[in-house]
């Protein structure tokens, strides 16, 4: 018969020594293993205590960024949605009604907005795909829950705060040349027209 | 009958045919792009000019090249014409700077266009276009004009291909919608806001390149890669019944003609299969519509399970007997 693997040792049934039988080396051997762990560097943390530091894109939590003018970016455009490799992104989209649009930057936005953080294998590729740069991944962990339920997160947990202090800075996101390919004129058309060809 | 050579391929087509539709009998890369020519309707074509093609041979009795790219949607072959299409570097060139003239004006707001996926700009620029404009300036920008809740018209992203001005024409009675002003205001509109109330009016959806005239009912519900398509018809005492339904799950959100190779409509259908008949009791579904494979809203769409099956027991009878599975 074929060996099935290559790794297979034929175990040797052989009398052990006396040394061998009294085990008390064997015992000492193990001990001193264990002791000289006690001098040396201990690689675990007192967790709330201490906390590692963070790389500076570190791929967290997400959040649906607002405008300087505190407008939602996202237009539920569903292409973070497509992306997602877990599909764990959903979105019903809706039609902005006259009075909302400090609310919401373009004519549609996100009725709906959830992000599964069960499905959800922090990627980032939705952050990729986003042409509004709506969503971002934060370095901020993502809470346990006790319910499956808590962990689909809706757009109360995702779109950040109103208020400008207490927005969430994503600046070290991107890199410096990034930042500068969008200052470019030629690039301006992820830009909304709010200023008519005669104004 | 006149014998044509169009990118290295001959072709004999009738007298009068034009290089587009020779073009189109061959098929695939030869036939140029066309934003505003319709087979289906009369007096279209020639505003885009993004079918231009190079005629290096205009006829065996007289073979010098033309001197200008022609437009191919409303120039008649002659015998012994040499075509050139994807060939000629000086055509890309020129469609590239088409291109780029068509996307002046137009807004870019893909993300929230329900046309995007099944738009022909968006394949156009995809396939010919720059990735970067070089146009500074404001675009256009018009006031919001509402015609009617069953059609959305978004002006701002209409390259002004005409072509739903001619589905009025022809196919409703009354006329009620047109383009007005010229040039850089050229702009499509009703009459003093007219609704557009024809039976047929709702084919401007269908007809429209661009996301300029969309379906209201199905405004914002879903992006189109997410919404199935299936072949289905009624019976219709308007029209001939026959259409797409798209559903999303069980619901049909939906409904739109059939359209063939050239992406142009098999047949018109009426308002009423259009807008009213939102449910699967209305229809009898034949299958899946067939989608092209280059298509961005390909994905996921199966149309061949039977051949699928039929392959794998194909398969599995190429398994030595003793790997069988045991039949019953």
């Not at chain 1, 906390?51 to 292409?79: M, S, W």
């Not at chain 1, 991944?137 to 757009?155: I, P």
């Not at chain 1, 207490?166 to 969008?182: G, L, M, N, P």
């Not at chain 2, 029209?239 to 409509?265: F, T």
Request: overall charge positive; glycine content about 6%.
């Amino acid at each position: 018969m074929q060996a099935l693997t290559t790794r297979s040792k034929i175990a040797v049934n052989k009398k052990m020594t006396f040394m061998e039988r009294i085990y008390i080396p064997a015992i000492l051997g193990g001990m001193a293993i264990t002791l000289r762990h006690f001098f040396k560097k201990k690689v675990t943390i007192q967790y709330p205590e201490q906390q590692r530091e963070f790389a500076p894109i570190y791929r967290g939590h997400h959040v649906l960024k607002r405008d300087e003018n505190g407008a939602e970016r996202c237009t539920a455009c569903g292409l973070c949605a497509v992306a997602c490799p877990a599909e764990a992104i959903t979105m019903v989209a809706a039609e902005r009604k006259k009075g909302e649009e400090a609310l919401y930057r373009e004519e549609k936005y996100a009725e709906i907005y959830e992000i599964n953080m069960l499905r959800c294998i922090f990627c980032g590729l939705c952050e990729e795909a986003c042409p509004k740069e709506a969503i971002f991944l934060t370095d901020e962990m993502v809470l346990t829950d006790y319910a499956r339920a808590g962990f689909v997160h809706g757009k109360d947990k995702l779109v950040e705060p109103m208020d400008k202090d207490k927005r969430i800075d994503v600046s070290k996101r991107q890199t410096k040349e990034v930042a500068e390919f969008k200052k470019h004129p030629e690039y301006a058309h992820n830009q909304v027209y709010t200023k008519s060809l005669k104004a | 009958m006149a014998k044509v050579t169009i990118d290295g391929i001959e072709i004999e087509v009738p007298d009068g045919t034009t290089i587009l539709n020779a073009a189109r009998m061959i098929g695939g890369k030869t036939a140029p792009p066309a934003m505003c020519y319709y087979s289906k309707l009369k007096q279209t074509g020639g505003y885009c000019r993004t079918c231009l093609v190079k005629v290096a041979a205009g006829s065996t009795k007289d073979p010098r090249p033309m001197p200008k790219l022609v437009v191919s949607c409303s120039t008649p072959v002659q015998d012994g014409m040499v075509v050139q299409n994807m060939t000629s570097p000086e055509v890309l060139e020129a469609r590239k700077g088409v291109v780029e003239f068509l996307l002046i004006n137009h807004p870019l707001d893909c993300p929230i266009c329900d046309q995007a996926g099944e738009c022909k700009l968006q394949d156009l620029g995809y396939e010919h276009g720059l990735e970067k404009t070089r146009y500074e300036f404001g675009r256009r920008k018009f006031e919001m004009i509402d015609i009617g809740d069953k059609i959305k018209l978004t002006m701002t992203r209409c390259i002004l291909c005409y072509r739903c001005v001619r589905v009025a024409e022809q196919l409703t009675d009354k006329r009620v919608h047109g383009v007005m002003n010229r040039g850089d205001v050229a702009e499509i509109s009703t009459y003093i806001q007219n609704i557009v109330g024809n039976d047929f009016s709702g084919n401007v959806i269908d007809v429209c390149p661009v996301g300029a005239l969309t379906d209201r009912t199905f405004r914002f519900k879903s992006r189109i890669w997410n919404v199935k398509p299936m072949d289905a018809h009624r019976d219709c005492k308007k029209c001939c019944g026959k259409a797409i339904v798209w559903y999303q799950g069980e619901e049909i959100l939906k409904v739109s003609a059939r359209k063939d190779q050239n992406d142009e409509v098999e047949n018109f259908i009426c308002n009423e299969c259009r807008f009213d008949k939102k449910k699967t009791a209305d229809w009898v579904i034949e299958k899946p519509t067939h989608i092209d494979d280059k298509s961005v809203i390909a994905q996921n769409h199966y149309e061949h399970l039977k051949e699928l099956k039929m392959g794998h027991a194909h398969l599995v009878k190429k398994l030595p007997e003793s790997n069988q599975p045991e039949q019953k």
